[in-house]
């Protein structure tokens, strides 16, 4: 007799398994500010990045395995650049990208054997804030329309309620970001098995990209150097005895030489 | 389904590290997207009896491009017309697009083709730089180019010929440079100034005697303007300003500061100037006829490193 086991069982052990392992992430933050969209999180990588653009108005987030996500990030680039390529860039929409995601998301949930170890975001900056739209799409493929902000990884109801507490319309970038790191340190504190142990953030240790309402054309860049370490230090005033923040704000010139510039 | 099928069917060419080319992806995602793809499959030969191509005589043209070196960069210049056969088609194509920020393409040739092919260079070109994190050099850009023409060979053989001409700043070296294609795919680097298209022999005439070595972008584009008057003075298919309509040549310069198309009123003063110029001497500023200064009048120079 060949081995039965039921849907529900396949269903629930994967959803448990992809839940799990997603639960064991470092945060990262999505939030919506007067002048765009910006994007934070943990990364001490340089090269493995966890935001990119996607198109001219939107961009990518994800957090999990870098593999899988760079998968999906890769395949989003290629469905909106033939939609652009096809119709018009006009006709390329964060809602069309999340959708295609969703598609192939929860293909690949009922389909294999395991399912991806991801959390996404998708996010396209409007005309005003109000015409910001952000979507998280999940490892089972559902999708999710956010306002203001979202939070992705481990973690995410802690980090949302410290973000929940302190969003307002109409943030500056600098307000923002500071809310961000905010709501991002408070995850970080004494949890072993999803900050490594570490409380500080560095310049070095994070990634900061924005979707710039006030560009042309294309309108993702990186927040990197110099900028970013400014950045931190206007959003860490009365942080100086954490570790590693306190080095960054006390040396912002070493570290903006050393640092990568703004690509 | 196993490992191996993650996601595969309708998402097939999608997925998996693939290729970092928009073109090679295109190829295998929509083929039928591809430019030239029509004229090569479909043998457009004319049923009477006439000769193969000529079908392509009726469609629309775009005509001369130029583009010169300028100091710390590159001006692309091309005229606004268009003609099909011996009927002007557009007064006001463009034939100058930004290809990246610190790149142009311009093309002369069946304009759909052409236009085509600009079009798929430019997603090309951001498609790269998206997936790789990174820009391609100017030279990768020139040679992607190259093989882009070459795949248009089979229409190019059915008469839908185009020829680009892209130029750039070379972030690298530091200095803007120019590049040449024939039909076949062939890439030819060009070194001070260059020109394509029906009334590229006179603009290239026109250049070599107003060209000097480190021009100012200000200078070189006005070079330019003359250069593509010249054209249009000798040649019917190229439009030269058309000051009634208040229809200019596009101009674009791009240096370290990426890539910059001049406003109508900008490429509109040069314009005026070369016009105002031609009322009093028609056949433009003289070049003088016994070279001074320097042994060889200090216009031969390559461009140096």
Known sequence: MPFYVSPEQVMKDKADYARKRIAGIRSGVVIAFEGGILFVAPNPSRALRKFSEIYDRIAFAAVGRYNEFENLRKAGVRYADLTGFSYDRQDVTARGVANYYAQVLGAIFTDSQKPYEVEIVVAEVGKTQDDDEIYRITFDGSVADERNFVVMGGQADQVAAVLKDQYRDGMTLAEAFAVAIGALSSSVKGDGEAGGGRSEIAATQLEVALLDRGRPHRLFRRLTGARLEALLSGALPGKKETGAIADATTEPGEGAESAESTD | ?305
């Open chain 2, 1 to 305: 389904m196993g490992a191996d099928s993650y996601g595969r069917g309708a998402f097939g060419p999608f997925l998996g590290a693939g290729t970092s080319s928009f073109t090679d992806f295109l190829a295998t995602a929509a083929p039928e997207l591809m430019p030239g793809t029509a004229g090569a499959a479909t043998a457009v030969t004319p049923a009477d009896g006439a000769a193969p191509g000529s079908f392509a005589r009726g469609l629309t043209h775009g005509t001369t491009i130029v583009a010169a070196a300028c100091d710390g960069g590159v001006v692309m210049a091309g005229d606004r017309r268009a003609t099909a056969g011996n009927m002007i088609a557009q007064r006001h194509l463009d034939k100058v697009f930004r290809s990246d920020d610190f790149s142009a393409i311009g093309i002369s040739g069946v304009a759909g083709t052409g236009i085509e092919l600009a079009r798929l260079f430019q997603v090309e070109l951001e498609h790269y730089e998206k997936l790789e994190g990174h820009a391609l050099s100017l030279d990768g850009k020139a040679n992607r180019l190259a093989s882009m023409v070459r795949g248009n060979i089979g229409a190019a053989m059915q008469g839908l010929v185009v020829v680009p001409l892209f130029c750039g700043y070379d972030e690298d070296a530091g200095f803007g440079r120019i590049f040449s294609y024939d039909v076949a795919g062939g890439r030819y680097e060009e070194h001070r100034f260059y020109a394509i298209g029906s009334g590229s022999v006179f603009a290239r005439g026109s250049l070599k005697k107003l060209y000097r070595d480190g021009m100012s972008a200000d200078d070189t584009a006005l070079a330019c303007m003359q250069a593509l008057y010249d054209a249009a003075d000798d040649d019917s298919a190229t439009g030269g300003p058309d000051v009634s309509r208040r229809i200019y040549p596009v101009v674009a310069t791009i240096t370290a500061d990426g890539y910059e198309r001049l406003t109508d009123e900008q490429a509109g003063a040069y314009a005026q100037t070369v016009i105002e110029g031609r009322l009093t001497d028609p056949d433009g500023p003289p070049a003088p006829l016994h070279q001074a200064g320097t042994p060889n009048g200090g216009r031969n120079a390559l461009p140096s490193g």
